[in-house]
């Protein structure tokens, strides 16, 4: 974990409540695909935990959809300002398991750290096919990007307004060795359901501290409770235990 002030290059719309912010700073506590990182914001009492998209260097992309206060004054930084953020929080994706054909599922909010394993995946050889769910078309974002990548990418949306009516559960390939998800609870419960090899789920959690003092976002495993800032956000499929 690492603290440090970042100057924002960038932060644009990718639709009506999602935006794309670059930021440029020391990016060296980022280590693996999956992590986060916590934003202070002026006036608010708790940072604001918000995945990795993309690291390129000293650049930083994070992704992020305004939900309350502190991502709406997020979404209204200008280039140039400033913001204080403790970066490589988590455990992030363990890319070694990967097999030859490996499947990215994101819904949402999920679809951004999937990015950068993406990438990371594509890099080392990998067949990747991402399914990325949306409510409706005008939701979509990442599409082209997971594409230019070189990524095989089916879009879901759950009103049938583009791409394959339903979830990212009615899209999944024939074949694959090994996934990876992200995305709300909902949606992780299905894909656990769906799924036939083992994989691996990144959560979305509320979190207090963001490095695993506070117990407030705990998640009870095999082992015990794990805590989702710290001993995740990334769990393996085979020690998931979901709460009734």
Wanted: glycine fraction near 12%.
């Amino acid at each position: 974990m690492k603290q440090g002030l970042f100057t924002v290059k960038e932060n644009t719309a990718l639709n009506a409540l999602v935006y794309k912010m670059v930021l440029f700073g020391d990016t060296s506590a980022i280590t693996s695909a999956g992590q986060f990182v916590n934003v202070q914001l002026s006036g608010k009492f708790l940072r604001r935990p918000i995945s990795v998209c993309d690291v390129n260097g000293d650049e930083l992309t994070l992704v992020y959809k305004v939900v309350g206060a502190g991502t709406r004054q997020m979404s209204e930084m200008q280039v140039g300002d400033t913001v204080d953020v403790l970066s490589g929080l988590g455990n992030g994706y363990d890319e070694t398991k990967a097999g030859e054909r490996v499947l990215l599922l994101g819904g949402g909010v999920g679809v951004p750290p999937l990015y950068l394993l993406a990438k990371n995946l594509l890099k080392a050889g990998k067949t990747v096919s991402v399914v990325l769910g949306f409510n409706k078309a005008d939701e979509i974002f990442f599409e082209d990007e997971f594409k230019a990548l070189g990524a095989t990418v089916t879009v879901a949306t759950a009103d049938g307004s583009y791409g394959k009516k339903g979830f990212v559960t009615d899209a999944l390939p024939e074949t694959y060795d090994y996934f990876y998800t992200c995305g709300p609870e909902l949606m992780l419960k299905a894909v656990y359901k769906a799924t036939n090899t083992s994989g691996q789920f990144s959560f979305e959690e509320r979190m207090g501290c963001g490095f695993g003092a506070c117990m407030g976002c705990s998640c009870k495993t095999i082992t015990g409770y794990k805590r989702i800032c710290k001993d995740g956000p990334v769990l393996e499929k085979e020690e998931i235990l979901w709460e009734k």
